[in-house]
């Protein structure tokens, strides 16, 4: 079946440490996006791409990084510098054509701060 | 893109029609309507969109008032499964791979 896969579902992070969230697609989408939510709130953009190669920052990108090596994979790393990491991290990506604004998404990885 | 408001919660008896309003008074002319929804502790789903006419697929129906200022996102027979949180949002026809804005959204609570 085509989707969108996250891992891990869930993930503790310790002080200083760098973490790596994953995010891959088979649904052969050019665009990609990075969301991050907190309890009660909406979605905030922290980085996109929209072809291999490419992306921007997105709202909040500060303390996070993101590549886009490969058209399936959009892999985001909560870096020490994010000082409030724990929320609940989605990844969509993008069906191609014009009007058609049909996000699909991940399952989502809630990260935790030990 | 327009901005769009929503009530913050809505409730409704499961079997009856649920009926979320939201209202995007600075629409432009080439701007879509967008409905998703979110179940807790998982991403959101696309339900349906629409630009001047009223819409309907096998999961909700959406009208849009004539001066296209408002729209209602229709469930016809709610039930506890549809309890979610859910999102309107106004779009450009051709914005490229730019991203969508969500909202705080309206949580709808399912009642047995």
């Known amino acids: 079946d085509g989707g969108i896969t996250q891992s891990p579902k869930y993930l503790f992070r310790k002080e200083g440490q760098n973490v790596t969230l994953s995010c891959e697609q088979n649904l052969n989408h050019d665009a990609m996006y990075w969301y991050r939510q907190d309890p009660g709130q909406g979605l905030r953009l922290i980085y996109y791409s929209q072809i291999v190669n490419d992306f921007q920052k997105g709202d909040i990108a500060e303390g996070y990084s993101v590549s886009r090596e490969k058209k399936e994979s959009f892999p985001l790393t909560v870096t020490s510098a994010q000082k409030n990491p724990t929320a609940f991290y989605l990844c969509?990506?993008?069906?191609?054509?014009?009007?058609?604004?049909?996000?699909?998404f991940g399952s989502g990885t809630q990260l935790s701060v030990l | 893109d327009a901005k769009t408001t929503q009530p913050p919660s809505m409730d409704c008896a499961e079997g009856r029609a649920a009926n979320l309003p939201c209202n995007h008074s600075?629409?432009?002319?080439?701007?879509?309507v967008y409905w998703y929804r979110q179940i807790h502790s998982q991403g959101p789903q696309y339900i349906i969109h629409g630009l001047k006419n009223n819409e309907t697929n096998e999961m909700a129906s959406l009208i849009i008032t004539e001066d296209r200022k408002s729209s209602t996102l229709i469930l016809p027979h709610a039930t506890l499964r549809d309890t979610a949180v859910y999102y309107c949002i106004v779009r450009v026809a051709v914005s490229g791979n730019t991203p969508l804005v969500f909202g705080k959204g309206t949580r709808l609570s399912v009642i047995a």
């Open positions: 969509a990506s993008r069906k191609p054509g014009q009007g058609n604004e049909k996000l699909f």
């Open positions: 600075t629409i432009s002319g080439n701007e879509y």
